[in-house]
């Protein structure tokens, strides 16, 4: 039986890392069969092409920067994702395309079309079933990764204007098995809602994209 795939998405500081952590533990106890990955990384090249996207020195441009991630993206497909889908299992992954058209087509300016087309080739038409978008105002998503006390990285140093853009994205994106979670909510009633969500996923009661376009 072909395996279920959930993405959360959202802009820097909107609470992902912690709701895949909720998420990851109900999986557990509910005993799935599953698989966590994040985006970049999860093989040993994706891992080096996030090295490449995110390093403050190498200072990668805008194009360069794109395809150290869908370098990255067409390793885990290949790798992880699809065995992992052709064997049964649920795969929640934190980030996936449309992180790319919200950073490197809103907050970048990359062209739209050609981005497409790059990442398809990345994916090879591989769509999530649920696609999970948290969405939270840009200033206070800012204000959370103020507190995280660690350096930011290339993405999240970026100035406010690219922010606005890459949080309106998200806040716009609509499309096959995309839902919106406010953000701004208690973590357990954010968890509870993604829960529901991808329950309804499991169970059949709620039809995803196929898995190939």
Not at 33 to 40: N, Q, T
Not at 104 to 118: C, E, M
Not at 169 to 190: E, K, M, W
Request: net charge negative; with cysteine.
């Amino acid at each position: 039986m072909r395996g279920s795939f959930v993405v959360i998405e959202g802009p820097d500081g909107a609470g992902k890392s912690t709701l895949i952590t909720r998420l990851v533990g109900r999986l557990g106890r509910e005993g799935f069969d599953y698989v966590a990955v994040r985006e970049p990384g999860g093989t040993p090249a994706a891992e080096f092409a996030r090295r490449g996207a995110f390093d403050h020195e190498l200072d990668a441009s805008s194009a360069a920067e794109l395809f150290f991630f869908l370098a990255a993206r067409a390793d885990l497909v290949e790798k992880v994702i699809r065995p992992s889908m052709t064997a049964g299992k649920l795969v929640l992954s934190d980030r996936y395309e449309l992180s790319t058209f919200a950073y490197q087509v809103a907050g970048r300016g990359l062209p739209d079309a050609a981005v497409r087309t790059a990442n398809a080739l990345a994916t090879g038409g591989l769509r999530a079933d649920l696609t999970l978008i948290l969405d939270l105002p840009v200033q206070a998503a800012r204000e959370r990764r103020t507190t995280r006390g660690r350096n930011p990285d290339r993405m999240e140093g970026e100035d406010l204007e690219f922010h606005e853009r890459v949080g309106e994205a998200f806040l716009n994106a609509r499309g096959p098995g995309f839902h919106h979670i406010d953000a701004s909510g208690s973590p357990d009633d954010i968890e509870q809602e993604a829960w529901d969500l991808c329950r309804a996923l499991v169970d059949g009661t709620m039809a995803g994209p196929a898995g190939s376009t």
